[in-house]
């Protein structure tokens, strides 16, 4: 185990960062909120299946009702939002730089709701890479016209959405078995993804090798694999901290875009994805300064 909680952030960055890349593949061939109601749906399901062979606790009706909200949250609007804006022509790497954005609003909610006590390296760790996401988006939206305002007010949403699910847990449902409470997390989301792919997509899915392919990452890497990890370490570790891991997910993301895509980032972005990466340092790394 000791192993295993020592890799554990790095492993979730890992995984994490690739979601922004299977979203390009995902909406390809299909609508954002149809791929996405098939993915969480079936995740939903093996995770049931496999609460029930673990033999986990049944989850009262407080924590299903809290686990539900936490979904519409860090799946219903956070997935939601990312994969709208990269079907609207948002490149996959300024996507991650903007999702990065959420340790900041997470950091402001657990203070907030959780009184967590943060010191003043964490802070200023947050701020860089605050700053840093930030630069990179002012260089893109001035330099191209791939950062439209429709892709904007969705990477907003996913990013209120992602701060707002990753507090709760914290807050209401530490106890909640893992496996039982993440499949109910996806039921909640695959209602709202539904609606929205019936109402919105007219259930738009083209089955080909690579949506076969973006689907099954998706639900065995993303879905099971980096959330369970995300939500493990949210039982051990402060919001804040477990969120501020995601300001490394823009570099992983941006290498992986240039290598499929042919996306690339100018200068000044270059120095704000230093500077994000710096952030994430501070805000990570182990410190007993004082605190603020």
Same mark, same amino acid.
């Given at each position: 185990m000791a192993p295993f909680v020592r890799f554990a952030p790095m492993v979730f960055v890992m995984l994490w960062s690739t979601g922004f890349i299977v979203a390009r593949y995902g909406t390809a061939d299909s609508g954002p909120l149809t791929f996405l109601s098939i993915r969480v749906a079936i995740a939903a399901s093996i995770l049931w299946v496999l609460s029930r062979i673990a033999k986990e606790a049944t989850l009262t009706r407080r924590e299903k009702v809290v686990q539900m909200i936490s979904g519409l949250g860090i799946h219903g609007l956070y997935l939601g939002g990312v994969f709208v804006a990269i079907d609207l022509g948002l490149p996959s790497g300024v996507s991650a730089l903007i999702a990065a954005l959420h340790p900041v609003v997470t950091t402001v909610?657990?203070?907030?709701?959780?009184?967590?006590?943060?010191?003043?390296?964490?802070?200023?760790?947050?701020?860089?890479?605050?700053?840093?996401?930030?630069?990179?988006?002012?260089?893109?939206?001035?330099?191209?016209? #791939?950062? #439209?305002?429709?892709?904007? #007010?969705?990477?907003?949403?996913?990013?209120?959405?992602?701060?707002?699910?990753?507090?709760?847990?914290?807050?209401?449902?530490? #106890?909640?078995?893992?496996?039982?409470?993440t499949a109910w997390q996806y039921l909640s989301s695959a209602v709202l993804f539904s609606m929205g792919a019936m109402f919105f997509e007219d259930w738009e899915f083209s089955v080909t090798p690579q949506s076969l392919g973006a689907l099954a990452w998706s639900v065995g890497i993303l879905s099971l694999g980096a959330i369970l990890i995300m939500l493990w370490l949210l039982k051990r570790q402060a919001a804040s901290q477990v969120s501020s891991l995601f300001f490394l997910t823009p570099a992983l993301s941006t290498i992986q875009g240039a290598l499929l895509f042919g996306e690339s980032l100018g200068i000044l972005s270059l120095i704000g994805l230093v500077v994000a990466l710096l952030g994430v340092w501070l805000a990570t790394s182990m410190s007993h300064s004082a605190t603020t």
């Open positions: 909610f657990g203070r907030v709701l959780l009184r967590e006590v943060m010191n003043r390296r964490r802070v200023l760790g947050v701020v860089l890479g605050c700053i840093g996401v930030v630069v990179v988006v002012v260089e893109r939206g001035g330099a191209t016209d #791939s950062v #439209s305002t429709g892709a904007l #007010s969705a990477m907003g949403v996913a990013v209120l959405g992602m701060s707002a699910g990753t507090v709760l847990p914290r807050q209401f449902a530490v #106890s909640t078995p893992l496996l039982g409470g």
